[in-house]
C-alpha cells in the first residue's frame, strides 16, 4: 500500500508574537495538495502573518511548519522553492521591463530560462501587450497582475495568493478565477485571502476563518453554507393582512407591523420556503410580490465573529 501524500502545509502550535503583541495563536492547520484553501478574516486577523510565517517573511515565534511534509526548521531554504507567493503589497523594481522581471524570478527560484513559460502566464493574466514596458510604467491593475505572474512563473506547486485581486477591474478578476481553478485542477495547491467573499465562494473548496491570530474553524465551503445558510422568503400583499394567517403561524413566519410583508427564515432541517408558498397561496390571499434570498459566506462570516453559539458546534 502506498503512503497517503504529505500535506502540501502543515502548521501545528504556530504563532507569532510582536513584542507582547499577540498576531498568531497556536495555529493548527492542513491544506490538502491540490485543493483550494481561503482564509478568511478582517483587518489584522493575521492572514498576511500567517503567509510571511510560511513564505520566510516573518520569522516564527513557535510551532512547525511543514511544506510537503518537509520541516522548515530542518530545511529552511528548499522547500521554500516549492512556494509562490503574491504579496498584499506591491514591491518590484521599477528599472526592468515585465519580461525581464519575470526571467530574474525563475533565475531566483532556481529554474532555467524558460521563455515559453513566461509567454504562457503573461497571456493568461493579459499582460502581452505590456512585454516590454517597464514595470514602473504600468498602472495600478497591471503591477497586480505582474505580482500575479512573478508568483506563477516558476511553477511553484503552492501559491498563496494574498488579496490578488484587490483593485483589479471586474474582467481580469474573472480571467484570474478561471487560471486559479486550471492551476488547481493540474494538482497545484492555492491558498487565497480575500475580502471579497464572492472570491472564496466562487473559488475555495474549505474555508478558514482566522480572527485575531485564532484560527475559529476550518469547514468545507459547500458543508459551511449549508449549516450556516438560511433561505429568507419574503412575501409582499396587495392590501394588508390583519393578523398573521394560520399558514404563517404554523410555519413560525412574521408579519411586518403594517401588514403588508410576510418574512419566513428557511434554516438547515426547517419546512422549505414553497411549502409555505403554496399555502398561502392556497388560502387566497391577495400576493402581490415574492422574493427569496440565500445566505452567502458574506452572512456565514459576519455570524462566525460575531460568534454565533452553534458556530463551534461543528
Ligand atoms: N511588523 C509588525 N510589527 C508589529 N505588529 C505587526 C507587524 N506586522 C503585523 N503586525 C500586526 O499583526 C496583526 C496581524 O496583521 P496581518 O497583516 O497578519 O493581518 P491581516 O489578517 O493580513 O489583515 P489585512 O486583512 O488587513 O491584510 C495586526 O494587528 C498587525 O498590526
Ligand atoms: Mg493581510
Not at 206 to 218: A, D, P, T, Y
Not at 228 to 244: H, M, N, Y
Request: net charge neutral; aromatic share 6%; proline share 6%.
Amino acid at each position: 500500500m502506498s503512503e497517503p501524500p504529505s500535506p502540501a502545509l502543515e502548521l501545528q502550535g504556530l504563532s507569532k508574537r510582536y513584542g507582547n503583541f499577540t498576531a498568531l495563536q497556536s495555529v493548527d492547520l492542513s491544506i490538502r495538495p491540490g485543493e483550494i484553501f481561503a482564509l478568511l478574516g478582517p483587518n489584522g486577523a493575521g492572514k498576511t502573518t500567517l503567509i510571511g510565517s510560511v513564505c520566510g517573511l516573518v520569522r516564527k515565534t513557535a510551532g512547525t511548519i511543514r511544506v510537503f511534509g518537509r520541516d522548515l526548521d530542518a530545511d529552511p531554504v528548499g522547500p521554500r522553492y516549492e512556494l509562490g507567493l503574491v504579496p498584499q503589497e506591491i514591491n518590484f523594481d521599477p528599472f526592468f521591463t515585465v519580461a525581464e522581471s519575470l526571467r530574474i524570478q525563475q533565475g531566483y527560484y532556481g529554474r532555467p530560462r524558460d521563455d515559453a513559460r513566461v509567454d504562457e502566464v503573461l497571456t493568461a493574466l493579459n499582460l502581452q501587450g505590456k512585454k516590454d514596458s517597464l514595470t514602473r510604467a504600468l498602472s495600478g491593475g497591471m503591477k497586480r497582475r505582474l505580482l500575479i505572474a512573478k508568483a506563477l512563473v516558476h511553477k511553484p506547486r503552492l501559491v498563496f495568493l494574498d488579496e490578488p485581486t484587490a483593485g483589479v477591474d471586474v474582467e481580469l478578476r474573472r480571467d484570474l478565477w478561471t487560471y486559479v481553478r486550471k492551476l488547481a485542477s493540474e494538482g497545484t495547491t492555492i491558498v487565497l485571502t480575500t475580502h471579497y467573499l464572492e472570491e472564496a465562494e466562487e473559488l475555495a473548496d474549505r474555508v478558514g476563518i482566522i480572527n485575531e491570530g485564532r484560527l475559529l474553524m476550518v469547514e468545507d465551503k459547500a458543508a459551511l453554507l449549508r449549516r450556516f445558510g438560511e433561505k429568507r422568503l419574503v412575501v409582499t400583499f396587495a392590501t394588508p393582512l390583519p393578523a398573521l394567517p394560520e399558514a404563517g403561524q404554523r410555519f413560525a413566519a412574521r408579519l411586518s407591523d403594517d401588514g403588508r410583508t410576510l418574512t419566513y427564515v428557511e434554516r438547515d432541517g426547517c419546512a422549505p420556503a414553497g411549502d409555505l408558498l403554496r399555502a398561502l397561496y392556497a388560502a387566497g390571499l391577495p400576493i402581490a410580490d415574492v422574493e427569496t434570498r440565500r445566505s452567502r459566506l458574506e452572512d456565514v462570516l459576519i455570524e462566525v465573529l460575531r460568534g454565533r453559539p452553534s458556530a463551534s458546534a461543528a
